[in-house]
Nanobody
């Protein structure tokens, strides 16, 4: 049973940084790429970032390029999302997800975490 547990969300002011973490357990997680997604009220869930566990393949949504950085910590079984220069439009529930391959981690993951809320005030 795959389990993904996010942490690190909160209420922050615009311009500051926040770091989200996703703890993974279950199947041999290092074989499966991970993605971060977000969903704001009234909006569809959207792709934010993806990474394979070795860290040599990453991808980002245009809206977060240059501000967000995704990374893995195999020793801690976690995937992290460093979010810098946060903007009010980054306000959303953030979810980590696991896919069978890199493309699936970006478009159609098989497993999802419960999410963590990020609220950015202006």
């Amino acid at each position: 049973q795959v389990q993904l547990v996010e942490s690190g969300g909160g209420l922050v002011q615009a311009g500051v940084s926040l770091r989200l973490s996703c703890a993974a357990s279950g199947r041999t997680f290092i074989l499966y790429p991970m993605g971060w997604f977000r969903q704001a009220p009234g909006n569809e869930r959207e792709f934010v970032a993806a990474i394979n566990w070795s860290g040599d393949s990453t991808d980002y949504a245009d809206s977060v390029k240059g501000r967000f950085t995704v990374s893995t910590d195999i020793a801690k079984n976690t995937v992290n999302l460093q979010m810098n220069d946060l903007k009010p439009e980054d306000t959303a529930g953030y979810y980590c997800a696991e896919g069978n391959n890199f493309r699936a981690a970006k478009t159609s993951p098989n497993y999802w975490g419960q999410g963590t809320q990020v609220t950015v005030s202006s």
